[in-house]
T-cell receptor, first 117, second 113 residues
Framework: AQSVTQLDSQVPVFEEAPVELRCNYS??????LFWYVQYPNQGLQLLLK??????LVKGINGFEAEFNKSQTSFHLRKPSVHISDTAEYFC???????????????FGIGTKLQVIP | GAVVSQHPSWVICKSGTSVKIECRSL??????MFWYRQFPKQSLMLMAT?????????EQGVEKDKFLINHASLTLSTLTVTSAHPEDSSFYIC?????????FGPGTRLTVL
């Protein structure tokens, strides 16, 4: 079974400061890794994903994440946050299952990023 | 990325009534779709996997007779909450399976009075 741990339920940070949201995963097989953002009363928006290749992944809105296989981590970073980054962030892992090979996704509990003006 | 829509986006109903939520993949065909439930300040929990032309696979603890799922075509899956009660109030999100990822709908907020 696969699992995702987001250690920080809330992260307050001042505007224009850097931020790191932590994510660790466990899985017995190779997985794909994702970060999603959710604004209040809205669905999920994909920030970035790691499927293979370069371990440093760049996403939308200036976010990036680094896949570290030895530490089973996929931490999300942004060098300078904006008020509009205030939202809930979910780390997720997926693996291929079933004869059709569809992706089954497991989510972390989420980290609420609160940007302080 | 691919686009998934949900309808309605917000629904309020009386206790005991049934509510149907539609999930559509707008620009691709999805053999497999998923239904998630999200309670306030919590993560998404997978309810069931919906396979086109066959019965849905429900996660442990999810009542299949209460949450009816139909995936009649490659672009449409429906979730019907039967005899809804206040404890069913939640945010329901669907997704459609792509090659390497799932594409999520915008969600449906269900409030049962």
């Amino acid at each position: 079974a696969q699992s995702v741990t987001q250690l920080d339920s809330q992260v307050p940070v001042f505007e224009e400061a850097p931020v790191e949201l932590r994510c660790n995963y466990s899985s017995s097989v190779s997985v794909y890794l994702f970060w999603y953002v959710q604004y209040p009363n809205q669905g999920l928006q994909l920030l970035l994903k790691y499927l293979s290749g370069s371990t440093l992944v760049k996403g939308i809105n200036g976010f990036e994440a680094e896949f570290n296989k030895s530490q089973t981590s996929f931490h999300l970073r942004k060098p300078s946050v904006h008020i509009s980054d205030t939202a809930e962030y979910f780390c997720a892992v997926s693996k291929s299952v079933g004869p059709g090979g569809y992706q089954k996704v497991t989510f972390g509990i989420g980290t609420k990023l609160q940007v302080i003006p | 990325g691919a686009v998934v829509s949900q309808h309605p986006s917000w629904v309020i109903c009386k206790s005991g009534t049934s509510v149907k939520i539609e999930c559509r993949s707008l620009d691709f065909q999805a053999t497999t779709m998923f239904w998630y439930r999200q309670f306030p300040k919590q993560s998404l929990m997978l309810m069931a996997t919906s396979n086109e032309g066959s019965k849905a696979t429900y996660e442990q603890g999810v009542e299949k007779d209460k949450f009816l799922i139909n995936h009649a075509s490659l672009t449409l899956s429906t979730l019907t909450v039967t005899s809804a009660h206040p404890e069913d109030s939640s945010f329901y999100i669907c997704s459609a399976s792509g090659q390497n990822e799932q594409f999520f709908g915008p969600g449906t907020r269900l409030t049962v009075l």
